[in-house]
């Protein structure tokens, strides 16, 4: 089992996807981390947007086997690619609310705003998609777990203890 973290500004209970906000990397879906640090970056900083609650970070635990095998359908991205770059890219830029894939989970390096950036340069022409990740492999990327449907949050479940 692996510990996943989400990052928010109320404790999150029940994962109901229509409080997921469409145009996100990956998707309209529920985004967790592997690193606690990020989720506690991520509370803070919807805790300021929001204006409300307090920086919480919610615990769930995964049994990573499901990620090969052939429980889910699974798209991993080690690193920033051209695939990587062109999925986010049609994630983001959608006008629609539905998803524009039909994986379970994406794993993948975060489009932070330094990302975006990049992102918008590419739209405008400015650069190349080549350039584009040759500018974001260089960049420290963490690390982002979508889950898009029901199938795949039902295999998260939360931790009996809590952390000290």
């Given at each position: 089992?692996?510990?996943?973290?989400?990052g928010?500004?109320?404790?999150?209970?029940n994962?109901?996807?229509?409080?997921?906000?469409?145009?996100?990397?990956f998707?309209?879906g529920?985004?967790?981390t592997?690193?606690?640090?990020?989720?506690?970056?991520?509370?803070?900083r919807?805790?300021?947007?929001v204006?409300?609650?307090?920086?919480?970070?919610?615990?769930?635990?995964?049994?990573?086997n499901?990620?090969?095998?052939?429980?889910?359908?699974?798209?991993?991205?080690?690193?920033?690619?051209?695939?990587?770059?062109?999925?986010?890219l049609?994630?983001?830029?959608?006008?629609?609310?539905?998803?524009?894939?039909?994986?379970?989970?994406?794993?993948?390096p975060v489009?932070?705003?330094?990302?975006?950036?990049?992102?918008?340069?590419?739209?405008?022409?400015?650069?190349?998609?080549d350039?584009l990740?040759?500018?974001?492999t260089?960049?420290?990327?963490?690390?982002?777990y979508?889950?898009?449907?029901?199938?795949?949050?039902?295999?998260?479940?939360?931790?009996?203890?809590?952390?000290?």
């Amino acid at each position: 089992m692996i510990e996943l973290y989400h990052g928010s500004n109320i404790e999150i209970e029940n994962i109901d996807f229509r409080f997921c906000k469409p145009n996100k990397d990956f998707g309209k879906g529920f985004y967790l981390t592997d690193i606690f640090q990020q989720a506690v970056d991520m509370a803070k900083r919807r805790t300021s947007i929001v204006g409300s609650g307090s920086p919480t970070v919610t615990t769930f635990l995964f049994n990573e086997n499901h990620l090969t095998d052939g429980t889910l359908n699974v798209l991993l991205f080690e690193n920033p690619t051209r695939e990587w770059a062109e999925f986010i890219l049609s994630n983001r830029n959608s006008n629609k609310n539905a998803f524009h894939h039909n994986y379970d989970i994406v794993i993948g390096p975060v489009a932070d705003d330094g990302v975006v950036f990049q992102l918008d340069r590419y739209l405008e022409g400015i650069i190349t998609i080549d350039e584009l990740v040759k500018q974001l492999t260089y960049r420290k990327l963490n690390r982002q777990y979508f889950f898009g449907t029901e199938k795949a949050i039902n295999l998260l479940s939360r931790p009996t203890s809590t952390r000290p």
